[in-house]
């Protein structure tokens, strides 16, 4: 596609529930971001791919943050038995090494409750 | 952790006046990069500036950097209410090996509204 899409849009989910969110990159790109941005704060970084390997997951906030990308485009953020403070707007970015241009998905925004 | 700090939090002019909104940040950086964010959207590319550049400009934008004060400056000339948006800058900065993948490092924003 042209952009980065993500999936769902919206998302609410009753306080220990699993999620999953979706992301598709631009087609091509070798590198793969998610950043969790609370309200009214800027993004902070969560995980990066290249291609399927994930290279830095320093910035997942607990081991009910798992993120995968499998074949190397499609990549899927699962956050399991989440809690109130899970709620945030998950945001996704693709870039690629010729550009070195980062491009950010809508998000997705996780409501728990 | 967030790496920088942007002043003002809040900024709220008129339609065609200049809107200048500042970035500070903590460690050495490859680029900063300048987001714009509309509410409930996505982030938006506006300007990358490589640590070695001091100033660009991109349409109605200019960037300056100056590394000796850690800081940056985004400077909207004859704004319009369609710039009304969250800004943010963001750093990439090397890794302890002296190269980067791309991770960047936001500040908290800057919200400006334009009045028509």
């Known amino acids: 596609g042209a952009g980065v899409s993500q999936s769902p849009r919206y998302k609410v989910a009753k306080r220990g529930q699993d999620v999953a969110l979706r992301c598709d990159p631009i087609?091509?790109?070798?590198?793969l971001f998610w950043y969790q941005q609370a309200l009214g704060q800027g993004p902070e970084f969560l995980t990066y791919?290249?291609?399927?390997?994930?290279?830095?997951k320093s910035g997942l906030p607990s081991d009910r943050f798992f993120a995968e990308r499998p074949e190397g485009s499609v990549s899927t953020l699962k956050i399991q038995r989440t809690q109130q403070e899970d709620s945030a707007v998950y945001l996704c970015a693709s870039s690629s090494w010729e550009t070195g241009r980062w491009a950010f998905g809508s998000g997705t925004r996780l409501t728990v409750v | 952790s967030q790496q920088g700090e942007e002043d003002p939090q809040a900024l709220s002019i008129q339609e065609g006046e200049n809107a200048t909104m500042n970035c500070s940040y903590k460690?050495?950086?490859?680029?900063l990069q300048w987001y714009r964010q509309n509410s409930g959207r996505g982030l938006v590319h506006l300007i990358l500036i490589r640590s070695n550049e001091r100033e660009k400009h991109s349409g109605r934008l200019r960037v300056t950097l100056d590394t000796s004060k850690k800081s940056s400056s985004l400077l909207i000339t004859a704004s319009r209410a369609a710039d009304t948006a969250s800004y943010f800058c963001a750093t990439d900065a090397p890794n302890a090996g002296g190269t980067s993948y791309g991770k960047l490092t936001f500040g908290q924003g800057t919200i400006l509204t334009v009045h028509p």
């Open positions: 460690t050495s950086i490859n680029n």
């Open positions: 791919f290249q291609n399927e390997a994930q290279l830095d």
């Open positions: 087609s091509g790109h070798v590198s």
